[in-house]
């Protein structure tokens, strides 16, 4: 599934790095925690979270996450549309809380890997 | 004597991943001059490795100033910035070591985190550092104010007026007991908004910070501090309003 397809089934909306919304997705991870994602989600993983500073996107580089889902409807910071856009990492946002997000992804058949 | 110092006591070099290249330390210490700091915390994210050359740049010379007061930036366990002064050079090099040895495993990126460049303080050679400056150390906040404490130093957390990796963003509360010298609200707040809006800062000494990245941005957030001389124990004293010393922010 792609990002794209996701955000379109979901009815999220893509905050900034609208160019890599064909990237696929392979499977999900949820923490507001910068040091825990580094350390545990996967190569194509989207990444639902409520942190919503550059460092995010960042990280979403490094660790070549398909896609980050900023859920309870939180406003990205500037500094971190303009990294999103120029690296093609999609930023989508949804007024659901992080809980009911994961759920629908869940319902998707997005999986966390364990 | 009491007498008062303009001070800004936390500004990125180009060190910090996220700072502009020319923030040099020979640039940052003349940029003081111009602006009338008299004393300067270099505090870069998770390393002192430029504040020996700051310190050089500031000493050497026709003119001399700002007092450089050797400090870090540091990001603990819970994702929140506390900026940590410490009282010289060698405890700076002590604290720098510890924080090194609980940097986030892996190197910098510099095409996503940005370049982090290290100045020789004697030859003024500029390398790269590779460490992964960017993310979040190790040390839980209470590890940071147990060691700075124990150097002798300072520990005040950084910007928090504001959502991200700021203490109060990342805890909501600021813990009791915990032995920090004050609290660093950003340049967007004034004092007494920051106090209306944040009530749990009050009874901390307050201290306005410019956190700059870039040239353009050093002093624009400062503070008078009305002290004996330009120390890290006399900065403790104004933060508390101990003795006479103050701190004077906006």
Redesign the interface.
Known sequence: MTVQEIADALGMTCLAGSSGMDREVTSGYASDLLSDVMGHAQDGAIWVTSQVHQNVVAVALLLNLSAVVIAGGLALMEDATGKADARGMPMLSTQLPAFEAVGRLYQLGVRGEV | MLRAWAADLHVHTFLSP?ASRDMSPGAIVRRCREVGLDIVAIADHNTAGNVARAMAEATSGPTTGPVVVPGMEVCT?E?LHVVTLLPDLPRAAQWDAAVRGAL?P?EN?PG??GEQWVQDASTGAISSDTGLL???T?LSLADVVSQVTALGGACIPSHVDR???SILGQLGFIPEGLNIAGLEISRAIGRKEALLRLPQIAGYGLISSSDAHSLGEIGLGCALLWIEEPTVAEIMLALRGALGRRVEIE
């Open positions: 996220c366990s994702e986030a892996g990126v996503i985190f960017a993310a979040p190790r959502a991200a990796f």
